[in-house]
């Protein structure tokens, strides 16, 4: 098993928590298709967001931080990913 804790900061005020678990409703079909992930907790905080990932295998989580993921996640939030 491996767990990933991302950050992604994001400049502003801290996003509503009804705007915030409307997304994350949204997002669970995304992470429903990626194969190795057991569970994500979706994070929210005062300088901005991220997850905690836990995968069956280092495999799936390489698999799944690939090289496009911190483009893809900066287009989404409009801030780079931090390990």
């Known amino acids: 098993m491996i767990i ?44 901005g967001g991220g997850g905690v990932y836990e995968f069956d295998s280092r495999e799936a989580a390489e698999a799944w931080f690939n090289d496009g993921w911190a483009d893809w996640m900066e287009g989404r939030f409009g801030g780079a990913p931090q390990p």
């Not at 994350?24 to 005062?46: M, P, W």
């Open 4 to 47: 990933a804790i991302v950050r992604i900061p994001i400049d502003g005020p801290k996003r509503p928590h009804d705007q915030v678990a409307a997304r994350s409703l949204q997002d669970t079909e995304i992470f429903h298709a990626v194969k190795g992930l057991r569970r994500k907790y979706f994070l929210n905080g005062d300088t």
